[in-house]
């Protein structure tokens, strides 16, 4: 069965990112009628009877995060898009912003009226200097068509949204980070509660959504839960947590492939039959090692695990930490995983903000031993230290404010536990790193 793109069908069409063209095929109607049929309830109610979980990386249910909002608020709420696209090897929020900006931004025209929101804030990595300027040019031509501002439609609707580019920090993709970073402040993130749906940005309500989930939140409008239910997977009957992985979902697929990419494709496909069938394979002949499932963050899987489903559950099941942003990175046979465990360590180190020890310190001890392994100079027990180090690190055990640190131990203990033989015969031979290994990142 071939399935056709919803998200990504008009990326290749002339002038796809003009407002005219948009509503040509029938943009903006959805938001219309949502303006003249509907109550806020009802979207909230479409939204969230959908199914649709968060694209951003945590999966959170979409519409149970609006019904957070404190009940009959005198206002004002917020909402804020998450834009900033800093986890490693991702790149799909940025295609639908440079080739589709009008679909994101009729999501959030109806995620505002959904929350009884009459300002939003487009929060936009700072690289993203071509998205920022296709999504400014958007927005001035909804202004000027009527369809921001003051009673929008001639409805007693206002709206109004405010595009805001970050300083480049990793940090601003956590979305009370992103809100400090709003604010004009450093992006640390902030202890919940209370969440962002009661005390967010400026002290008031707000919804923090990722670029893609709005995309959606537009689609299920316009074609309905029936249609975004028949995409993806149902919820295991068996585990009563499991809200499902419904609808489409932009996978990207970078770093030792022939064809870097991002491909829209039902929610559940094997990061085999993407690198396979889409990527065009594994570059220059050679076989997988290791793949990354969704950013850095998640871990690896291995050449026998590339079968598994990448869906909202199917990565945790071969010890990822879940599908995070759908961004596929790909190692060969000929690459060292010292190295690239050592690109890992590096980059988190970087990016931690330094607000809680445990990740400040346990970060930079990771990357001092990696780069120690990556001299030749590694010890045995060096292993067994940074599995210790990345399991005591992170929201989950309970010792740092946000997710950071999860993130930046779970590929370091993913990595040794699946590969520790190779690891443990780099310390015995004294492998040293020569010159700077492939870069990981193909297509960003």
């Known amino acids: 069965m071939t399935y056709e793109p919803v998200l990504l069908a008009r990326i290749d069409k002339p002038d796809s990112h003009r407002l005219e063209g948009y509503r040509a095929d029938g943009g903006y109607q959805a938001f219309e009628r949502a303006l003249k049929e509907k109550q806020p309830i009802d979207v909230v109610n479409a939204v969230k009877d959908a199914g649709l979980r968060g694209r951003g990386g945590a999966g959170f249910p979409c519409g149970l995060k609006w019904t957070f909002l404190p009940k009959d608020h005198p206002g004002p709420i917020y909402l804020c898009v998450n834009a900033d696209e800093s986890e ?228 945790g099941k071969a010890g990822c930490l879940g599908l995070g942003t759908a961004a596929i990175t790909v190692v060969d046979d000929q690459t060292s995983m010292v190295d690239v465990l050592h690109n890992v360590c590096q980059f988190y180190a970087h990016e931690s903000c330094g607000q809680c020890t445990p990740c400040r310190e346990g970060t930079g001890w990771m990357l001092k031993i990696t780069e120690r392994l990556a001299r030749g100079q590694g010890r045995k027990e060096d292993l067994d230290i940074l599995i210790d180090i990345a399991d005591r690190i992170g929201i989950m055990p309970g010792t740092t404010i946000c997710g950071l640190a999860d993130g930046a131990g779970w590929p370091v203990k993913n990595a040794i536990r699946k590969f520790r033989s190779e690891f443990e015969e780099a310390i015995k031979s004294g492998y040293k790193r020569q010159g700077r290994s492939l870069p990981l990142v193909g297509a960003h």
């Open 88 to 315: 490693p090897c991702t790149f799909n929020n940025r295609i639908l912003m440079e080739r589709d900006p009008h679909q994101i931004l009729e999501g959030v025209l109806l995620a505002c009226f959904a929350i009884k929101s009459s300002r939003a804030y487009y929060y936009i990595r700072y690289e993203y200097g071509q998205s920022y300027r296709v999504l400014q040019a958007a927005i001035d031509e909804l202004y000027a068509a009527g369809l921001l501002g003051k009673n929008i439609l001639g409805s007693n609707f206002n709206c109004d949204i405010y595009l805001h580019r970050g300083a480049g920090a990793y940090i601003c993709g956590e979305e009370t980070g992103l809100i400090e970073s709003l604010e004009g402040k450093r992006a640390w993130p902030r202890i919940k509660p209370p969440f962002p749906a009661i005390e967010g940005a400026f002290r008031k309500p707000t919804i923090v959504n990722n670029v893609e989930t709005l995309a959606c939140v537009t689609q299920i409008l316009r074609r309905g839960k029936e249609w975004f239910q028949s995409i993806g997977v149902p919820p295991d009957p068996k585990n009563p947590r499991d809200a499902g992985s419904y609808g489409p979902k932009l996978y990207c697929v970078s770093g030792h492939v022939n064809k870097p990419g991002c491909w829209e494709l039902p929610l559940g496909v094997t990061s085999r039959e993407l690198i396979d069938k889409y990527a065009g394979g594994v570059w220059k002949g050679r076989k997988a090692k290791a793949v990354v499932p969704g950013g850095l963050s998640m871990g690896f899987l291995t050449d026998k695990e590339l079968d598994i489903p990448l869906d909202f559950n199917g990565p």
